[in-house]
């Protein structure tokens, strides 16, 4: 496949959704203009069974360069995985083991594969970085950590927000920049595509490329699925799309995020123009409506025009059938509280202990979308959030 040095093409791969390019745009613009193949990579550590919708975002860029005839990998942690990225915790993850690593990444080129060509004259090549690093002897370790210094391990926010909380911080978790900075080494590549959260990760490698191999790496973080406080989207708010679910199941996650999140979303997950997006909203446009159509736009993405048209009707079918109150009580919030809060705040259940038993017996739901974790924030939007127990009770949160 001949490489593509379409000027429209390159403009939106360097623009639409990146937060930021090292060691410069101008310098990848260049090397995109050249007309050269480049190689590059995403690497994923497989800590759960599906890929969620913020991998979309950087699979998405992946798709561009593929487009354009670059080459491409998809990178399985299965080495890095078992030890766990420390990055935005506040404590060490719980390790894995490779047997749970592996059941994780069974589905993921399937996955990815809705996004990113795994077939063709250009296709995906799918590697695992344990046929590097679970061959690196306690030398090759030492070498490696030469490269850095703990000073350098310190900058990172969580460390340090740990050190001033007296948590500790273990040796191991300074050894996984390192080793995701190998991968970028071993595979010889000429740049990597990564969220803005993994930019410490990314540089490590920048580093390393230049130490062992004398070769400027480029990298590209991406914008991350947040709202205008910077709020990520997470596994807690229990509306984290996964790129296995139904198109019923999507429309509805999507349907009940923060209005806040809309243009963020328009701007990382499609094509659409996020800017009219925003004029939009700031004109008074109803955000459910726009809410809407993202949902459909995504969907369309993931499956095609008519399931999306479909979710959309039998979504909006959810809120008009007899089994909800024609007038549902509203109960006013100042600001985002767990479930298990608004839940005994509310008085739909008489103490915390009776809110965790309702939520872990699944009788309780929001926004029709049945509550799985006890921790599930909740945001109030501009048309209030449906908490249903049982089959006859409701309230709408409201701000």
């Known amino acids: 496949m001949a490489v593509s040095t379409d000027a429209q093409k390159i403009e939106q791969l ?26 590059l990579y995403l690497g994923i550590d497989p800590t759960g069974p599906d890929l969620h919708i913020g991998h979309s975002i950087q699979l998405r860029k992946l798709r561009q360069f593929q487009d354009l005839g670059h080459k491409i990998i998809l990178l399985i942690g299965d080495f890095t995985g078992m030890i766990g990225d420390p990055t935005d915790k506040s404590a060490a993850r719980v390790r894995l083991t490779r047997e749970q690593v592996l059941k994780n990444a069974e589905r993921y080129k399937e996955q990815a594969g809705k996004i990113l060509n795994f077939d063709g004259e250009n296709p995906v090549e799918v590697k695992y970085n344990s046929e590097w690093l679970g061959k690196m002897s306690f030398a090759d370790v030492v070498e490696l950590a030469s490269n850095f210094t703990v000073q350098q391990m310190l900058e990172r926010d969580m460390f340090d927000h740990r050190m001033k909380d007296g948590k500790p911080i273990y040796l191991h978790e300074f050894f996984y920049p390192l080793m995701q900075g190998y991968d970028c080494v071993a595979m010889d590549v000429d740049g990597e595509v990564g969220g803005n959260d993994q930019t410490f990760n990314m540089l490590a490698g920048r580093t390393l490329m230049k130490a062992v191999k004398g070769k400027e790496k480029f990298v590209i973080a991406d914008k991350l699925l947040a709202d205008p406080t910077g709020k990520k989207m997470g596994k807690s708010e229990g509306n984290m799309i996964t790129l296995a679910d139904s198109s019923d199941e999507i429309f509805g996650k999507i349907m009940s995020w923060t209005d806040g999140m809309i243009v963020s979303g328009f701007e990382v997950l499609t094509e659409e123009d996020y800017e009219a997006v925003q004029k939009e909203l700031d004109g008074g446009a109803n955000p459910r409506d726009l809410k809407a159509r993202l949902a459909r736009t995504i969907v369309t993405q993931y499956f095609d025009e008519t399931q999306a048209q479909g ?4 979504f909006d079918q959810l809120f008009q059938k007899k089994e909800i109150p024609d007038e549902v009580p509203d109960h006013t919030i100042a600001s985002s509280m767990t479930i298990v809060d608004i839940l005994v705040d509310s008085k739909l259940a008489s103490s915390k202990s009776d809110a965790r038993r309702l939520i872990e017996g699944g009788g309780v739901k929001v926004n029709e979308i049945v509550v799985e974790h006890l921790d599930q924030m909740i945001e109030p ?8 127990k049982g089959k006859r009770h409701f309230v709408r949160v409201i701000q």
């Open 311 to 314: 979710a959309s009707d039998r």
């Open 14 to 39: 360097l623009s639409r959704g990146v937060e930021h390019i090292y060691p410069s745009r101008e310098f990848l613009e260049a090397r995109l203009k050249e007309g050269k193949q480049l190689s």
């Open 381 to 388: 939007t501009s048309e209030g959030v449906l908490i249903q």
